[in-house]
């Protein structure tokens, strides 16, 4: 998922948010119980997986697509300027990697589709982060949507009759949810939706997508189901609020281990392989360029040498396409 659709798409999340706990409470309202929660939730658990696996495969696309790059086959808005562009792909090429002067366009060009090849798919990556969603951009979601029901259920305190301790349990549960129950589903649904891309059956496709939805609203109804087992207990005991205060900063511990920390974790792995041949090559850059200024100071110094007056020089200034190349003649 490229950087310049994630605003868009947390703006979708943010409204089906926001539509999830409206009809919660409708639903709830005619239905006794908390069935009108945990339906409103399911659906909206289930549509963020299927579009979550969207994404997954567009994500991969990109990746896909890069492994095949090749900048003659790049479509160019005015053909006219595609020699133009050769002509400076080549010449950049042939000072950052100092390649030889006298190679064919064609080979420099092939030279620059190897390191694009090689080099972008790892900045994309850096880039666009391992999940869908940075995990940022998941609290701000998570966060927006519950806090406001708790600085509600604040407000509550005001009242006369009002027990202090369900109020604050609510509170707590709310931050919960914010901080390490919304968070942890989001998180599994985008893993599961990233896995077994290239499914060769539509069968198997809507079958992987539908365990996927169910395994995602499970653990939504295992989350819920421990939340409120644990906040039952809490109204009528001390070590209740205890556990439940452990039980949220445990999770939220948990979820920014796996949103952060685990990432970068995971990642070393699969880094591994790719970073002594990126520190190789960025070795041999770092060596081409320094060999270039060389050159260039080579060549300054036996520019400066040979106007001295020393010897009587003829120059001769001959005109090849729009460089200016010069043949001395002694």
Same mark, same amino acid.
């Given at each position: 998922?490229?950087?310049?659709?994630?605003?868009?798409?947390?703006?979708?999340?943010?409204?089906?948010?926001?539509?999830?706990?409206?009809?919660?409470?409708?639903?709830?309202?005619?239905?006794?119980?908390?069935?009108?929660?945990?339906?409103?939730?399911? #659906?909206? *658990?289930?549509?963020?997986?299927?579009?979550?696996? =969207?994404?997954?495969?567009?994500? !991969?696309?990109? /990746?896909?697509? +890069?492994?095949?790059?090749?900048?003659?086959?790049?479509?160019?808005?005015?053909?006219?300027?595609?020699?133009?562009?050769?002509?400076?792909?080549?010449?950049?090429?042939?000072?950052?990697?100092?390649?030889?002067?006298?190679?064919?366009?064609?080979?420099?060009?092939?030279?620059?589709?190897?390191?694009?090849?090689?080099?972008?798919?790892?900045?994309?990556?850096?880039?666009?982060?391992?999940?869908?969603?940075?995990?940022?951009?998941?609290?701000?979601?998570?966060?927006?949507?519950?806090?406001?029901?708790?600085?509600?259920?604040?407000?509550?305190?005001?009242?006369?009759? #009002?027990? *202090?301790?369900?109020?604050?349990?609510?509170?707590? =549960?709310?931050?919960?949810?914010? !901080?390490?129950? /919304?968070?942890? +589903?989001?998180?599994?649904?985008?893993?599961?939706?990233?896995?077994?891309?290239?499914?060769?059956?539509?069968?198997?496709?809507?079958?992987?997508?539908?365990?996927?939805?169910?395994?995602?609203?499970?653990?939504?109804?295992?989350?819920?189901?421990?939340?409120?087992?644990?906040?039952?207990?809490?109204?009528?005991?001390?070590?209740?609020?205890?556990?439940?205060?452990?039980?949220?900063?445990?999770?939220?511990?948990?979820?920014?281990?796996?949103?952060?920390?685990?990432?970068?974790?995971?990642?070393?792995?699969?880094?591994?392989?790719?970073?002594?041949?990126?520190?190789?090559?960025?070795?041999?850059?770092?060596?081409?360029?320094?060999?270039?200024?060389?050159?260039?100071?080579?060549?300054?110094?036996?520019?400066?040498?040979?106007?001295?007056?020393?010897?009587?020089?003829?120059?001769?200034?001959?005109?090849?396409?729009?460089?200016?190349?010069?043949?001395?003649?002694?």
């Amino acid at each position: 998922m490229l950087p310049t659709s994630i605003p868009k798409f947390v703006m979708i999340m943010l409204f089906l948010q926001y539509l999830m706990q409206v009809s919660g409470m409708i639903i709830s309202s005619v239905v006794a119980g908390s069935f009108g929660q945990f339906f409103a939730a399911s #659906i909206c *658990v289930m549509l963020l997986v299927v579009a979550f696996r =969207g994404l997954s495969k567009e994500k !991969a696309s990109i /990746s896909s697509t +890069i492994a095949d790059f090749s900048v003659q086959k790049c479509t160019c808005f005015d053909e006219r300027d595609r020699p133009v562009i050769y002509t400076n792909i080549a010449v950049m090429m042939r000072k950052v990697l100092h390649l030889p002067e006298d190679m064919l366009e064609e080979q420099v060009l092939d030279q620059f589709d190897i390191l694009v090849r090689d080099e972008l798919p790892e900045a994309l990556t850096k880039q666009m982060g391992r999940y869908l969603i940075p995990m940022d951009r998941i609290f701000v979601i998570t966060f927006l949507s519950h806090i406001p029901f708790a600085v509600d259920c604040i407000a509550a305190l005001s009242e006369e009759g #009002i027990e *202090v301790r369900p109020v604050l349990l609510r509170n707590l =549960g709310s931050i919960t949810w914010a !901080a390490a129950g /919304s968070p942890s +589903i989001l998180l599994l649904g985008q893993w599961l939706a990233m896995q077994r891309l290239h499914l060769r059956t539509r069968a198997a496709e809507y079958c992987w997508v539908v365990f996927c939805m169910l395994l995602a609203t499970l653990w939504m109804v295992v989350l819920a189901v421990a939340d409120s087992k644990i906040s039952t207990w809490g109204e009528t005991s001390d070590l209740g609020v205890l556990v439940y205060c452990l039980y949220c900063l445990s999770g939220f511990l948990a979820v920014c281990w796996l949103g952060f920390g685990g990432c970068c974790c995971c990642g070393v792995r699969r880094q591994g392989s790719s970073s002594a041949s990126q520190n190789t090559s960025s070795i041999d850059v770092e060596a081409n360029i320094r060999a270039a200024d060389e050159s260039d100071k080579e060549a300054a110094a036996g520019e400066k040498a040979m106007s001295t007056p020393t010897r009587q020089v003829e120059v001769e200034d001959v005109v090849y396409g729009d460089d200016a190349l010069w043949r001395m003649k002694i």
